[in-house]
């Protein structure tokens, strides 16, 4: 079984940082493309970062250029979302997802139960 | 940058059918990606190139994407199928674009 499980998250205060992971089983890791997408309370789904199945492709969403970093360990079969200078607005539920192929394009085709992260002082 | 606009909610009877849609400036051009997410869950795939179900997924969720709108289907309407619903789309500019979603109410 495909399986996504995130953990990472917490409480913390604005201007800190924490380090997101995402634990993956039942499919070959190294050959997918892997998304964070994070979800407010009560609002939509906004998509984060992604990466292709080697890191070759990187990209964030606007709203974290410069403050997050996406990384991968193959070996491991996890992904990982370190965030830097966090700032109320990043307060979301975080999703780890699948890619449906190697390439960051695409749909995400398996999401996990996610991880909250809370930024307040 | 690109946009892409879903009526806040959708209601239907059970039984009937209920048809979502996910505006964008020439969407037809683009692979649209349909999500389900029910209260309190992950965010499910339901429709992926416009038009193909993942396994799993009722024959009766179906897409269609042309012009400046796409379309999420969903015939004779269930209970269990009522949920919030995401249009997704990867833009080669913006990347990964969601909709503002669609809250499914089933009368």
């Known amino acids: 079984e495909v399986q996504l499980v995130e953990s990472g998250g917490g409480l913390v205060q604005p201007g800190r940082s924490l380090r997101l992971s995402c634990a993956a089983s039942?499919?070959?890791?190294?050959?997918?493309?892997m998304h964070w997408v994070r979800q407010a309370p009560g609002k939509g789904l906004e998509w984060v970062s992604s990466?292709?199945?080697?890191?070759?492709?990187?990209d964030y969403a606007d709203s974290v250029k410069g403050r997050f970093t996406i990384s991968r360990d193959n070996a491991k079969n996890s992904l990982y979302l370190q965030m830097n200078s966090l700032r109320a607005e990043d307060t979301a539920l975080y999703y780890c997802?699948?890619?449906?192929?190697?390439?960051?394009?695409?749909?995400?085709?398996?999401w996990g139960k996610g991880t909250t992260v809370t930024v307040s002082s | 940058s690109y946009v892409l606009t879903q009526p806040p909610s959708v209601s239907v009877a059970p039984g009937k059918t209920a048809r979502i849609t996910c505006g964008g400036n020439?969407?037809?051009?683009?692979?649209v990606h349909w999500y389900q997410q029910k209260p309190g869950q992950a965010p499910v795939l339901v429709i992926y190139?416009?038009?193909d179900r993942p396994s799993g997924i009722p024959e009766r969720f179906s897409g269609s994407n042309s012009g400046n709108t796409a379309t999420l289907t969903i015939s004779r309407v269930e209970a269990g199928d009522e949920a919030d619903y995401y249009c997704?789309?990867?833009?080669?500019?913006?990347?990964?674009?969601f909709g503002g979603g669609t809250k499914l109410t089933v009368l």
């Open positions: 020439n969407i037809g051009s683009k692979s």
């Open positions: 039942g499919f070959t890791f190294d050959d997918y493309a």
């Open positions: 997704q789309v990867w833009d080669g500019t913006s990347d990964h674009l």
């Open positions: 190139y416009d038009s």
């Open positions: 997802a699948k890619g449906h192929g190697s390439q960051h394009s695409g749909y995400m085709d398996v």
């Open positions: 990466l292709s199945w080697n890191s070759g492709y990187i």
